[in-house]
């Protein structure tokens, strides 16, 4: 099967581009780099000229108000081009509980992208994932200074990229879903919670704060970040994983 990767450089879709590829199929790993702009459609033709599957896993430069015009152009630009060359299947990587969160710039930009998918020409899959394990130290930098990490008590269920990547595969592989999967870690943890453990795994000596006013996910309530009946739950647990240095 021939597969372009939209956003084939970055975290998941290099992991992705790499999966696929072993798995034996024509990957073609489509980003800025290799002369795709999303935002202009230059060499989106190209990119995806005999593709049987687009998995899109690109992402916005900006995490603000300007995120919602990003993904509206740049959707539409690559359901265009797929439609005129014949893709069967649009994938996209969303988050879980995207549509619960309105407060938040980037959440609703997200929402944008999946209504543009489910209403388009093309056959669909969302796969929306809980949050990476890989950018909890971003998390945690947004509210911390030298000897304090304030962090609200928002429940989450974060999985290693590496899952999510394995996720999309069967996904991207299969027939399209025409709807959506979740897929989320095995462990339900309050964000703080999590703040303390990789603190710990660290040797790092400052003290995480509960605070429900700090950070980005101090917009959430109540637990619409976790998996609901009928995910995907992946096997890597937080704590395994930074036990095994994954976390780099």
Do not use: C
Not at 3 to 29: K, N
């Amino acid at each position: 099967m021939k597969i372009t990767v939209i956003g084939g450089t970055g975290l998941i879709g290099s992991q992705l581009v790499t999966t696929l590829r072993d798995a034996g199929h024509d990957v073609v790993a489509a980003s800025l780099s290799s002369g795709v702009d999303l935002l202009t459609g230059t060499g989106l033709d190209e990119a995806l000229a005999g593709a049987h599957t687009v998995v899109d896993v690109s992402n916005s430069p900006t995490f603000d108000d300007r995120s919602p015009a990003f993904f509206r152009t740049t959707v539409s630009n690559l359901l265009r081009a797929g439609e005129q060359a014949g893709v069967r299947h649009q994938v996209a990587l969303s988050i879980v509980g995207v549509d619960q969160v309105p407060e938040l710039d980037y959440y609703r930009a997200k929402v944008v992208q999946e209504d543009l998918l489910r209403n388009g020409p093309t056959p669909y899959s969302v796969v929306r994932a809980t949050q990476f394990f890989e950018f909890m130290d971003a998390v945690m930098s947004w509210s911390s200074d030298d000897g304090t990490v304030r962090l609200p008590a928002t429940p989450l269920q974060p999985i290693a990229s590496a899952d999510v990547v394995a996720a999309l595969a069967d996904v991207a592989t299969g027939s399209p879903l025409d709807g959506t999967l979740d897929v989320a870690g095995p462990d339900v943890l309050p964000l703080d919670e999590i703040g303390r453990i990789t603190l710990a795994d660290r040797g790092d000596g400052r003290r995480v704060v509960t605070d429900d006013r700090a950070g980005m996910f101090a917009a959430v309530r109540g637990d619409v970040l976790t998996a609901g009946p009928g995910a995907r739950l992946a096997p890597t647990h937080y704590r395994g994983w930074l036990g095994a240095g994954l976390a780099g």
